[in-house]
Nanobody
């Protein structure tokens, strides 16, 4: 599967952005075969897990700093995962990456090496 992230930009603190991660799958494969996560990497920092969604969208998981502000969702018919970000803070500034992997039991995987496929990243800048 190939992933392409988009939707980043410059926004003032308190504003909102919606990121999209569009997947291209080969014949015989289906996007619903994959769980999807968003990671972010701020300047000078390591890549950080942000949120993930199960293959069917029924389950989601968030890190504490974004709970209540970010919502991850997916539309398997359109091969897309969204990240709706609201009440943005300067500390949310980062390059955001989507990543995918086949489902793995009931455990949420939060390390970047757990994911097999990555999009190219989209920059989110939140000004104070």
């Amino acid at each position: 599967v190939q992933l392409q992230a988009s939707g980043g930009g410059l926004v003032q603190a308190g504003g909102s952005l919606r990121l999209s991660c569009v997947a291209s799958v080969v014949s015989g494969d289906t996007f619903s075969n994959y769980g999807v996560a968003w990671f972010r990497q701020a300047p000078g920092k390591e890549r950080e897990f942000v949120t993930a969604i199960s293959w069917n969208g029924a389950s989601t998981y968030y890190i504490d700093p974004v709970k209540g502000r970010f919502i991850i969702s997916r539309d398997n018919a359109k091969n897309v995962v969204y990240l709706q970000m609201s009440s943005l803070k300067p500390e949310d500034t980062a390059v955001y990456y989507c990543a995918a992997r086949p489902p793995y039991g009931s455990t949420w995987l939060t390390e970047h090496h757990d994911y097999d496929y990555w999009g190219q990243g989209t920059l989110v800048t939140v000004s104070s």
